[in-house]
């Protein structure tokens, strides 16, 4: 299972069955759930209760080692696909939930008027859009994301663009990919890491964020979900009428707009084309793979085609022209010369401390370089210097020597029983950071709370010694 794959399945686990029955009602959900995040040995399992009513437990494992049939079993379980009973005869039998199989089955083999797979425009368009032109709208918008996010929103895209719109700001900000630092956004660990996923995980972290305030926005999120899966099922360079959408989907166009997994000519249009940020939604396709060089996603997996040259006294080297390459590099490097094809720079203390303030460790540092690695740096073993991977986690371990903590020290207690009391109680609320047993010594990140079980102790006790 990809990794966007495994994000999106982690998010259905989480629903209630009532979703589920929902969600199952339409056979495009069905089936990109049975594509997108199903092993090999679920969807054999799948298939081979479609057209039966139900399958014994033995059957199943005289085909496969029991080892290796609980996985897909209990996948298939936590997404309401399959359910076990018992009957008489024949012990524990398994079956497909009803509205999984009626919509698996209505997809696979056609008919019924769902139209839950969208329905083409039945007119031409007078203002004809082409794969390239879709494939520029979704370059220009997904890059200005990347851009934001890395501080340069405008630098190198297409048109005179502005960044993202103030919605993809803030969802941004909400998934904490990024954090605002008086008027700029400043990447985060987390955003760091979204950098480094390959284009189709990336749509797909910012969708759960936008699935995670649909109902914020008083969206219906199995209503959401229905029209992601559909748009993954959609042909490249087809419109489609917005007629059979519903209100809560035709809202989410404008979202998806500026995302570039939709594009419109203009928001009154009726009709929309899927890019291909949307066609790959639910295959393990590259998203954008047709793309011309100006998109050379500077956060793809490493394909031989690195273009990172660094050397033993901590200079860099990047062979590219990108913006957005030269701009993630700028976020741990400094940069001094730039030319056509080629920018240089060095890796020094000051920059990789700077880097880790923003929240971006060695290793994602280290990892970074490696993938990129340029080709004749690949015939080395290891790809990178040893001194510069040593040099570069030594300065992230300088400044964890020693970390301030404010708080207060509670010391001199007349009996263990007395040190033993307040402490468990400041462990138990949370503010406790460390103790000292032997020397009956704690200290807390808090002091109000404490204050106010001694202060009822001593009232207690006075209470008690008056009595």
Not at 325 to 348: C, D, W, Y
Not at 416 to 437: F, H, N, T
Request: net charge positive; glycine share 8%.
């Amino acid at each position: 299972m990809s990794a966007s794959s495994l994000r999106s399945f982690e998010y259905l686990e989480s629903l209630p069955g009532r979703d589920f029955k929902r969600l199952y009602q339409r056979p495009s959900t069905a089936l990109a759930i049975f594509r997108r995040m199903l092993p090999h040995l679920a969807k054999t399992f799948v298939m081979a209760m479609l057209y039966t009513s139900s399958l014994p437990l033995s059957d199943l494992e005289s085909w496969v080692r029991p080892d290796t049939k609980e996985y897909a079993l209990s996948l298939l379980s936590r997404l309401h696909i399959l359910h076990t009973s018992s009957v008489p005869g024949q012990g524990q039998v398994l079956s497909l939930t009803n509205d999984f199989a009626t919509s698996l089955r209505l997809s696979l083999t056609g008919g019924g008027h769902h139209q839950s797979f969208g329905v083409p425009c039945d007119t031409p368009d007078k203002h004809q859009v082409s794969l390239e032109s879709l494939d520029a709208f979704a370059r220009s918008q997904w890059e200005g994301i990347l851009h934001y996010m890395v501080d340069t929103a405008g630098v190198g895209m297409q048109g005179g663009g502005e960044g993202p719109s103030h919605g993809v700001k803030r969802l941004l900000e909400i998934g904490g990919l990024v954090q605002m630092k008086g008027r700029h956004a400043a990447i985060t660990q987390a955003g760091f890491s979204f950098l480094l996923q390959e284009v189709n995980a990336q749509v797909w972290t910012l969708l759960l964020f936008y699935l995670d305030n649909a109902e914020a926005l008083n969206m219906d999120k199995v209503d959401v979900l229905h029209f992601l899966f559909m748009l993954g099922s959609l042909e490249l360079g087809q419109d489609y009428s917005l007629a059979t959408l519903t209100a809560t989907q035709i809202h989410m166009l404008e979202d998806l707009r500026d995302f570039g997994i939709v594009y419109q000519r203009k928001s009154s249009s009726k009709r929309f084309y899927p890019t291909r940020l949307a066609t790959t939604l639910t295959s393990d396709a590259g998203a954008l793979r047709s793309v011309n060089a100006g998109f050379d996603n500077a956060l793809r997996s490493s394909d031989g085609k690195g273009f990172i040259v660094i050397e033993t006294n901590y200079r860099i080297y990047a062979y590219t022209s990108s913006p957005l390459q030269i701009a993630v590099l700028h976020l741990f490097a400094k940069l001094e010369t730039r030319f056509p094809n080629m920018v240089s720079g060095r890796v020094s203390r000051k920059s990789i401390r700077s880097a880790i303030q923003m929240g971006i460790t060695s290793d994602q540092i280290i990892s970074y370089l490696t993938t990129h690695a340029h080709p004749q740096m690949r015939k080395n073993v290891p790809i990178l210097p040893p001194t510069v991977v040593d040099q570069i986690r030594l300065w992230q371990i300088e400044g964890e020597r020693m970390k301030p903590t404010v708080g207060f020290l509670f010391k001199d207690f007349a009996s263990s029983q007395e040190y033993e009391g307040i402490c468990r109680y400041a462990e138990e609320i949370g503010v406790l950071v460390w103790k000292s047993d032997p020397k009956r010594m704690f200290f807390v990140t808090r002091v109000e709370q404490v204050r106010k079980f001694l202060e009822n102790k001593a009232r207690s006790a006075g209470a008690g010694n008056g009595g």
